[in-house]
Structures are given as C-alpha cells and as structure tokens.
C-alpha cells in the first residue's frame, strides 16, 4: 500500500474517532458560537461603543469567537489525545507497522486545524446572519492571520504534547496555559478596549498578536506586520520546541 493511501486511511479513522467525542465538539464547535450568540443577546453589546473605536461591543467579540475554538483544538485537546496514544503505547506499535507515527501526527494536526478553521467560519456566519455583524473587509488580509493563528495554536498543542509524560500532566499543561490564552485573545476584555501598555504586552503573545491581526483585517486594513512576525516568529520557535522534545514512546 502506498504511503499516501496509508495516510488516508489514518485520516479517515482519526476523523471517526472524533466523531464519537461529543464534548471535544461541543467546545471546539459549538462552544464560541453559543458564548457569541449569549454575548449578542445582551442588548448592550449590540449598541455602539466609544471604547470600541465607536464600534457595537459584539463587533469586537467576533475575532475573540474566532479564536476560542482554536485555543481549545490547540491547547486542550489535541495534546490529550496524542498523549493518550503515547501513555496506550499506540504509538510505539504503530512504529512497527507500515504507518508510521508521522502520518497520525499529520492527521491530528489535520484534524484539529479544520475543525478550529470551520469553528471560525461558523463564528462569522453566526454573527453576520444574527447580529448584523460586517463580515473582515480585507479578506486576504484575515484569511493570512487566521491561517496563522491557527498554525500557532496547532504548534502549541505540540509542544504541550511533547512536554507532557501523561493525560493527566497534559491536562495539567493544558489548563495553565489556556486561561492566559484565553485573556490574551481578549475573552474578558477584547484587546482593542484593554490600557495602552497591557495591549502592548499582549500584543506579543501568539493571541493577543492574532487577535490584532484579525481586529484591523476586520476594519479593512492590512494586518500589521509586526503582529504577523509575531505570530510567524511563536510558530517557529514553538514547532522547533516540540520536535526536539517530542517523544514517540
């Protein structure tokens, strides 16, 4: 059997097997859309805002909608699932057999990137078809940040994945690492209304960078550079992290 048939195969399974983990789509899936669609129907959030560069606060929440669904992928599940492997030893009977641990990595990564991707594009729809919410204005320009958001999510995972022995310590990684995630992409306080000095600090994080790269695609100006550098920049460092200490066994 050739090697691209190979990873057919473990693609299809993988998705299978996703599909029987109802709570891991809930809060990939579902989970942002319902916190937007909560948010939307607070009659305040859909009145303009000064601190919202006159914008309606769930204006300003779309992008942060956008990113959840991707900080859970990335930091909560995909690293439980690859651990889970490793700790089952799948992993290491895989390595004897023609598929190799390579082709499940890449299936996972697969797997995980388009479901953060499609929870993005349900994010979108919802907020335009229920509250009116323009859709990005320099499309390129969002679709080049949101593919990058979502590669440093993905090479998060991995390092959570390589650093962590058992479920139990990935879960551990995992939820130390989301909360933060989650301020820095501004699911308390979108980063547009934070202090000058605190958006400037988050602005170096990998979702706090994201976040204002999706935030000025949104308004119809090109992305910054330096939040895309950022963003590049995490990517590297993150994937170079997780393929030293990646383990198979």
Not at 64 to 86: E, H, K, N, S, W
Not at 120 to 133: E, I, P, S, T, Y
Not at 137 to 147: D, E, K, T
Request: proline share 6%; glycine share 10%.
């Amino acid at each position: 059997m050739s090697a691209a048939l190979i990873n057919t195969a473990v693609l299809r399974t993988e998705v299978r097997l996703f599909r029987r983990e109802p709570g891991a789509l809930f809060w990939m899936l579902g989970f942002p859309t319902l916190l937007l669609v909560i948010l939307g129907s607070i009659p305040a959030f859909r009145e303009s805002d000064p601190s919202f560069d006159g914008l309606r606060p769930i204006d300003g929440y779309v992008p942060v909608a956008v990113l959840l669904g991707m900080i859970v992928g990335g930091i909560q599940a995909m690293p439980q699932t690859l651990t889970g492997y490793r700790e089952r030893g799948i992993l290491r009977r895989m390595s004897t057999t023609p598929v190799r641990p390579a082709a499940l990595l890449s299936a996972q990564m697969l797997l995980f990137g388009g479901a953060a991707l499609t929870s993005a594009l349900l994010a979108l729809a919802v907020g335009r078809l229920a509250f009116d919410v323009r859709l990005p204005r320099q499309g390129f320009g969002y679709a080049m940040a949101l593919l990058l958001a979502v590669l440093v999510a993905l090479a998060l995972g991995a390092v959570i994945s390589a650093l962590s022995r058992t479920t139990k310590i990935a879960g551990a990684i995992g939820s130390a690492v989301f909360f933060p995630a989650m301020f820095c992409a501004g699911v308390w306080m979108p980063v547009q209304t934070m202090p000058d000095v605190l958006a400037k600090s988050v602005g170096y994080t990998p979702f706090g960078a994201a976040a204002e790269a999706l935030n000025q695609a949104a308004a119809g100006d090109w992305p910054g550079w330096g939040h895309l550098g950022v963003l590049v920049a995490w990517t590297v460092l993150l994937t170079a992290g997780a393929a030293r200490r990646f383990r198979w066994e």
